[in-house]
């Protein structure tokens, strides 16, 4: 990962200035995962959180994609970096197939989910919400993401599946119920 802050400096797409960070010419901002944590705690919505980071990680992959020319696996890599480089915790492609529209991710050390404590359901919302944004520009189709595993539930690691509704909706109905669908009444 030091690697990567170190290219983004060399190649001045890193900056701290006048009070702002600047990445690939997108703003960050460095927040505690405690502040995110109590946040997602008192959200009344939880899948209108997943909604908007699906948003802005579209946005943002699509920006990088333009501005970068990347391809999709170094588009991937790319994202990745950032993923890791934010403090999101450290994120494993397990498995993408393009054709079929489907990707499988691993999540270990999730600060969320560490700082979230116990729970009965996943908690990473604003992570499947980055992935599957992201992974809707890179796939070019509107995919939405699902959190299987959780650290927050006593698993070893998160896991994430993105695919298209349709298949997150016959083969994982009570995940994609409570994390995607919005018409269905849970928190």
Known sequence: MLDFVKK???VKQMKFENG???ILGEN?????????TELLKEAKDCKQIYLSTKKIGKSITEAL?????SRNIELQELMKNIFEMAGWGEIEIMKINYDAKIAFFNLKKSSIST???????PVDHLCRGFL??????????DLDCIETNCLACGDKFCRFIVAETNYLKNN????????VDINADTK
């Open 65 to 69: 994609k333009t501005n970068l020319k």
């Open 132 to 141: 599957a944004g992201g992974s809707s520009a890179i796939m070019r189709k």
């Open 28 to 36: 960050f901002i460095l927040i505690d995962a405690k502040t995110l």
């Open 20 to 22: 702002n960070i600047k």
């Open 8 to 10: 983004l400096l060399f």
């Open 115 to 121: 700082s979230f404590g116990k729970s009965s359901y």
């Open 172 to 179: 994982f109905y009570e995940f994609y119920k409570r994390q």
